[in-house]
């Protein structure tokens, strides 16, 4: 090899790896692993103050990103509720801290969209009234991206310090999650 091509190389290589880091090809680097959470989310909603599996699922994956997590956060004023809350801390040196946030539960609404993976579940209410449920607000694309955001930090390590929450919010759409 000539010096005059491993230059070239290594300027392509270099123009490669800038090229990897754009905010586009590291979304698309992310969405096919990202897809089977989104379906299993949508498939598997949870009712505002109950999002049990769900915490558990963001939990898990913000974990295998290298951050602390910290799960069960929050105190309801109404004591039926468990808090399902979750922060996961990814520490790089010193620096600002950035808050990341995504919600978690769902709507009492029942899916239309015919889609293989639309959601079949039903539940009692808090009322104990059996109602249908579906991830009709986006809250499961919230929680995809989320995950999406703290795998892609992870792996830009080296161009960015400080410190990252990321918080997984249990019941928005009731409005008291945010409180607890
Ligand atoms: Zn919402």
Known sequence: MTLFSILLTSIFCSAVAL?????QSLAD???????????????????SGHEERTATLVAKE?????????EHLGK????????HGVVGVMKNGDGPTVLVRTDMDALPVHEETGLPYASTVTTNNDEGKEVPVMHACGHDAH???????????????DQWHGTILFVAQPAEETGNGARA
């Open 19 to 23: 090229a990897q880091q754009t905010p």
């Open 29 to 47: 680097a992310e969405l096919p692993s990202l897809l089977p959470i989104y379906k299993d989310i949508h498939s598997h909603p949870e009712l």
């Open 62 to 70: 913000l974990r295998a990103t290298g951050c602390q997590v910290t």
């Open 76 to 83: 309801y004023q109404d004591s039926k509720f468990k808090p």
């Open 143 to 157: 929680m995809s991206m989320f995950i999406g955001v703290a795998r892609s930090l992870a792996k830009l390590k």
